[in-house]
């Protein structure tokens, strides 16, 4: 069985190499601008979730024909804060001012995750869910703001800041699961998997010498 992960997230694919996984990436190529704007007033759980699910079955055509057996993981994550659901910045003017708003304050990070269980090169079964985790915001100078936009990377990761890069240094706590804040929950990646009739043991990779 091969495990696929529907995500160009080096952070996410970190996540599941520390844990003892070694995943096939195929990117989805999902306009995820299409699939929200199709949604009629989705809840912020929806929302994340139809993305995740967007991105996991768009990869199954993709990988049928070479891996006939196996479970393809799309997650999508967005910052609920002030009312607003937002994702990656895509330019540092509005890094910026997603950062002058939240600084500071509390949001929570929504993630969600779809399996998607292929045996045969068919869809045999799919499960869903997602992760809250509340995260409680630093408050950075001036010129730490603008060296932390001038690295990019707050750029192309949702909610602009990240838990495991130079974002963690602006992260005063969280309270729920972190692995989730980088992008993957293991725990409900975990609970998901068995819900498709797969044990996470069976993933693991024998470690290296």
Same mark, same amino acid.
């Given at each position: 069985?091969?495990?696929?992960? /529907?995500?160009?997230?080096?952070?996410?694919?970190?996540?599941?190499?520390? #844990?003892?996984?070694?995943?096939?990436?195929?990117? *989805?190529? +999902?306009?995820?601008?299409?699939?929200?704007? #199709?949604? $009629?007033?989705?809840?912020?759980?929806?929302?994340?979730? /139809?993305?995740?699910?967007?991105?996991?079955?768009?990869?199954?055509?993709?990988?049928?024909?070479?891996?006939?057996?196996?479970?393809? +993981?799309?997650?999508?994550?967005?910052?609920? $804060?002030?009312?607003?659901?937002?994702?990656?910045?895509?330019?540092?003017? +509005?890094?910026?001012?997603?950062?002058? #708003?939240?600084?500071?304050?509390?949001?929570?990070?929504?993630?969600?995750?779809?399996?998607?269980?292929?045996?045969?090169? %068919?869809?045999?079964?799919?499960?869903?869910?997602?992760?809250?985790?509340? !995260?409680?915001?630093?408050?950075?100078?001036?010129?730490?703001?603008?060296?932390? =936009?001038?690295?990019?990377?707050?750029? #192309?990761?949702?909610?602009?800041?990240?838990?495991?890069? =130079?974002?963690?240094?602006? !992260? %005063?706590? $969280?309270?729920?699961?972190? *692995?989730? !804040? $980088?992008?993957?929950?293991?725990? =409900?990646?975990?609970? =998901?998997?068995?819900?498709?009739?797969?044990? +996470?043991?069976?993933?693991?990779?024998?470690?290296?010498?």
């Amino acid at each position: 069985m091969r495990f696929v992960l /529907a995500s160009q997230s080096p952070a996410r694919l970190a996540v599941l190499r520390s #844990a003892g996984l070694d995943p096939s990436v195929v990117v *989805s190529g +999902v306009d995820e601008d299409a699939v929200a704007a #199709a949604l $009629i007033d989705p809840a912020p759980a929806e929302l994340v979730v /139809a993305l995740a699910q967007a991105k996991a079955e768009a990869v199954v055509g993709a990988i049928a024909s070479e891996h006939t057996d196996a479970v393809i +993981v799309g997650c999508d994550s967005m910052l609920s $804060i002030g009312g607003e659901m937002v994702g990656k910045p895509g330019t540092a003017e +509005v890094a910026r001012r997603r950062w002058q #708003a939240m600084a500071g304050k509390s949001g929570e990070l929504l993630t969600g995750h779809a399996v998607v269980r292929v045996e045969g090169g %068919e869809v045999t079964k799919e499960a869903s869910g997602t992760e809250v985790t509340k !995260v409680h915001f630093g408050t950075p100078s001036a010129d730490e703001l603008e060296a932390y =936009l001038a690295s990019g990377e707050p750029l #192309a990761v949702a909610g602009g800041f990240t838990l495991d890069g =130079l974002g963690g240094w602006f !992260v %005063e706590g $969280i309270e729920g699961d972190p *692995s989730s !804040v $980088i992008g993957i929950s293991l725990p =409900l990646t975990r609970q =998901l998997l068995a819900d498709v009739g797969v044990s +996470v043991a069976d993933l693991w990779q024998p470690p290296t010498s």
